[in-house]
C-alpha cells in the first residue's frame, strides 16, 4: 500500500471533527479569475465516471451534487455520467469512451484505485486532465483530488466505539473493500485507536475481514461468521459503512443481540440513521457529500473555462507515490443521536419526514414531523 503524505498545509487547516462547512469550505477564487469569468468561458463536456450502484450515495446526492454545481458553474458545459457497477474493465471503457467522444475533463470515483492509473495515463496522453474523486488513483498523473480525511473519519469511528464499550470487551472489525484505497485509510485512522486498547489490555479484536466491493450481504456474512466463531461473545463492532452496518445488524438482530451490542457506520445514509434513531446502529460518520461534489464542480469548471484552479479550492497536497496531488480534504461529523442527526437534515442529505417515515412513533425527534 502506498503511504499519503499530507502537507502541512492540512495542519494549517486545522482538520477537527468540525463543522463541514467551516475553514475555508466556501472556497473563494484567488485573482485567477472571478466566478463570472469561468461561468461565461466553461464549456465543453466533462465525464462523470461513478464506481458502483450498491451505495446510494452515488445516484443520489454525489451525482445530484454534481450536476446541479455544473450547471451553477459553468451553465454552458454538458455533463455525462457513467456508472461501471464495481466492475474496474467497464470502468476503463467508459472513460476510453468518454474521452473517445470528446470529454474535456474526467471526475473518477475509481472501482479499483491502482489499475485506475491506466485511465489517467491515457488521460494525459489525449491532454484530458483527471481529478479524483473520493478515492485517490495511485501511482500516475493525476491532477487533482477531493476527498473527506480519511484517517480523520476512521479514528472518529475508532474513538466512538472505545468510548461506548467497556473494559475487557472483545470487539469485531468489518473492513471495507480491500482494493479500495479508502477503505484502507479509514482503516489507518481506527485501527491504531483500536490496537491502543487491545495493547493496553482493556479491548480484544475476536475477528476481522475485509468486505469485497463494500457488498452489505458479505458483511452480513461476515458478522454471522464472527458470531458463530465467538459464540456470540461480542461487545462491539467496527463496521466501515453503513450499508455494511445495516446487514452487520440483522446478523446480531437473529441472536437477539440488536441494540445491545454497538455497531458504527459512515456515510450518513437515510438507514442508517433511521437505525441510530432506533437504537439500533450506535454512530455514523457524517459526510457532506453535496460539498465535495460542489467542489469537485468548481475545478471542473476551472479546467473548462481553461484557467488555473484557485489555490483555495485545492490547498492541500497528497502524494499519490507519484506526484504530490492539488487537493481538497473536507471534514467529517460524527452523528450518534437525534440532535445530531439533523446535521444531515440541515445540510439537505435528507428531509425529516424521509427518515422518520421508516422508525417507530415514540421516536421524540419525530413526534411532530
Given at each position: 500500500?502506498?503511504?499519503?503524505?499530507?502537507?502541512?498545509?492540512?495542519?494549517?487547516?486545522?482538520?477537527?471533527?468540525?463543522?463541514?462547512?467551516?475553514?475555508g469550505?466556501?472556497?473563494?477564487?484567488?485573482?485567477?479569475?472571478?466566478?463570472?469569468?469561468?461561468?461565461?468561458?466553461?464549456?465543453?463536456?466533462?465525464?462523470?465516471?461513478?464506481?458502483?450502484?450498491?451505495?446510494?450515495?452515488?445516484?443520489?446526492?454525489?451525482?445530484?451534487?454534481?450536476?446541479e454545481?455544473?450547471?451553477?458553474?459553468?451553465?454552458?458545459?454538458?455533463?455525462q455520467?457513467?456508472?461501471?457497477?464495481?466492475?474496474?474493465?467497464?470502468?476503463?471503457?467508459?472513460?476510453?469512451?468518454?474521452?473517445?467522444?470528446?470529454?474535456?475533463?474526467?471526475?473518477?470515483?475509481?472501482?479499483?484505485?491502482?489499475?485506475?492509473?491506466?485511465?489517467?495515463?491515457?488521460?494525459?496522453?489525449?491532454?484530458?486532465?483527471?481529478?479524483?474523486?473520493?478515492?485517490?488513483?495511485?501511482?500516475?498523473?493525476?491532477?487533482?483530488?477531493?476527498?473527506?480525511?480519511g484517517?480523520?473519519?476512521?479514528?472518529?469511528?475508532?474513538?466512538?466505539?472505545?468510548?461506548?464499550?467497556?473494559?475487557?470487551?472483545?470487539?469485531?472489525?468489518?473492513?471495507?473493500?480491500?482494493?479500495?484505497?479508502?477503505?484502507?485509510?479509514?482503516?489507518?485512522?481506527?485501527?491504531?485507536?483500536?490496537?491502543?486498547?487491545?495493547?493496553?489490555?482493556?479491548?480484544?479484536?475476536?475477528?476481522?475481514?475485509?468486505?469485497?466491493?463494500?457488498?452489505?450481504?458479505?458483511?452480513?456474512?461476515s458478522?454471522?461468521?464472527?458470531?458463530?466463531?465467538?459464540d456470540?461473545?461480542?461487545?462491539?463492532?467496527?463496521?466501515?459503512?453503513?450499508?455494511?452496518?445495516?446487514?452487520?445488524?440483522?446478523?446480531?438482530?437473529a441472536?437477539?443481540?440488536?441494540?445491545?451490542?454497538?455497531?458504527?457506520?459512515?456515510?450518513?445514509?437515510?438507514?442508517?440513521?433511521?437505525?441510530?434513531?432506533?437504537?439500533?446502529?450506535?454512530?455514523?460518520?457524517?459526510?457532506?457529500?453535496?460539498?465535495q461534489?460542489?467542489?469537485?464542480?468548481?475545478?471542473?469548471?476551472?479546467?473548462?473555462?481553461?484557467?488555473?484552479?484557485?489555490?483555495?479550492?485545492?490547498?492541500?497536497?497528497?502524494?499519490?507515490?507519484?506526484?504530490?496531488?492539488?487537493?481538497?480534504?473536507?471534514?467529517?461529523?460524527?452523528?450518534?443521536?437525534?440532535?445530531?442527526?439533523?446535521?444531515?437534515?440541515?445540510?439537505?442529505?435528507?428531509?425529516?419526514?424521509?427518515?422518520?417515515?421508516?422508525?417507530?412513533?415514540?421516536?421524540?425527534?419525530?413526534?411532530?414531523?
Amino acid at each position: 500500500m502506498k503511504r499519503w503524505e499530507i502537507a502541512a498545509l492540512v495542519g494549517a487547516l486545522g482538520l477537527v471533527l468540525a463543522a463541514c462547512g467551516d475553514n475555508g469550505d466556501d472556497a473563494d477564487t484567488d485573482g485567477s479569475g472571478s466566478d463570472d469569468d469561468v461561468a461565461e468561458e466553461a464549456s465543453g463536456t466533462v465525464a462523470f465516471l461513478l464506481p458502483e450502484n450498491v451505495t446510494p450515495r452515488w445516484e443520489g446526492p454525489d451525482r445530484e451534487g454534481f450536476e446541479e454545481g455544473m450547471a451553477e458553474y459553468a451553465p454552458e458545459a454538458e455533463v455525462q455520467v457513467f456508472n461501471a457497477m464495481n466492475d474496474g474493465a467497464q470502468q476503463q471503457q467508459q472513460a476510453e469512451q468518454a474521452i473517445t467522444q470528446g470529454a474535456e475533463v474526467l471526475v473518477i470515483a475509481a472501482v479499483d484505485m491502482t489499475a485506475a492509473s491506466v485511465i489517467v495515463e491515457d488521460a494525459e496522453a489525449a491532454d484530458v486532465p483527471v481529478i479524483a474523486y473520493d478515492r485517490l488513483i495511485e501511482d500516475a498523473p493525476l491532477d487533482h483530488f477531493v476527498t473527506f480525511d480519511g484517517e480523520q473519519v476512521g479514528r472518529a469511528q475508532g474513538e466512538w466505539l472505545i468510548e461506548n464499550t467497556e473494559d475487557g470487551d472483545q470487539l469485531v472489525v468489518i473492513h471495507g473493500s480491500e482494493d479500495d484505497d479508502n477503505a484502507r485509510w479509514f482503516a489507518d485512522g481506527y485501527m491504531p485507536v483500536l490496537e491502543e486498547a487491545v495493547d493496553e489490555g482493556t479491548r480484544t479484536i475476536g475477528y476481522e475481514s475485509w468486505t469485497p466491493g463494500w457488498d452489505p450481504s458479505e458483511a452480513q456474512e461476515s458478522m454471522e461468521a464472527a458470531l458463530t466463531q465467538l459464540d456470540n461473545d461480542v461487545q462491539g463492532v467496527l463496521s466501515a459503512n453503513d450499508g455494511m452496518a445495516a446487514t452487520i445488524i440483522a446478523a446480531l438482530e437473529a441472536q437477539g443481540m440488536a441494540g445491545e451490542v454497538p455497531v458504527t457506520g459512515q456515510d450518513a445514509t437515510e438507514q442508517g440513521l433511521q437505525l441510530i434513531l432506533e437504537g439500533d446502529q450506535g454512530m455514523s460518520v457524517f459526510k457532506d457529500v453535496s460539498r465535495q461534489a460542489d467542489v469537485a464542480a468548481q475545478i471542473s469548471a476551472s479546467l473548462l473555462a481553461d484557467q488555473e484552479v484557485p489555490d483555495d479550492l485545492v490547498p492541500d497536497t497528497v502524494n499519490n507515490g507519484s506526484v504530490d496531488v492539488s487537493s481538497r480534504l473536507l471534514e467529517v461529523e460524527v452523528i450518534d443521536d437525534e440532535e445530531s442527526v439533523m446535521l444531515a437534515v440541515d445540510a439537505g442529505l435528507h428531509e425529516l419526514s424521509d427518515l422518520c417515515a421508516g422508525v417507530s412513533a415514540d421516536v421524540e425527534l419525530c413526534e411532530d414531523a
